[in-house]
């Protein structure tokens, strides 16, 4: 199975960005999509941004306009670029394969990596 190893988080500023990284173990060519999660303190893990095969890609509302996912295939890594940033956006942010319908996680989860959003 492959696993996840996000980085790229940080303390940010309001109104700042963020570029997260998701390094796969291995090839994520064959996965169907690709998503980041994330999970806010007494929240429940919520759905970010998921990218498909063909290179679709779709966001939640809270996120559209100022998050973009992409990928390399050649580095087997996912990235989330995060403009914009608000205090609501303070979270633990994972990735994992998505499985589809739902875009519920496919693998295991990582560590995730921290981000915080304060003046």
């Known amino acids: 199975q492959v696993q996840f190893v996000e980085s790229g988080g940080g303390l940010v500023q309001p109104g700042g960005s963020l570029r997260l990284s998701c390094a796969a173990s291995?090839?994520?060519?064959?996965?169907?999509?690709m998503a980041w999660y994330r999970q806010a303190p007494g929240k429940q893990r919520e759905l970010v941004a998921v990218?498909?095969?063909?290179?679709?890609?779709n966001y939640a509302d809270s996120v559209k306009g100022r998050f973009t996912i992409s990928r390399d295939f050649a580095k087997n890594t996912v990235y989330l670029q995060m403009n914009s940033l608000k205090p609501e956006d303070t979270a633990v942010y994972y990735c994992?394969?998505?499985?589809?319908?739902?875009w519920g996680a496919g693998a295991s989860w990582g560590q995730g990596t921290q981000v915080t959003v304060s003046s």
């Open positions: 990218i498909i095969s063909g290179g679709g890609t």
């Open positions: 291995g090839s994520i060519l064959n996965i169907y999509a």
């Open positions: 994992n394969a998505a499985k589809s319908p739902g």
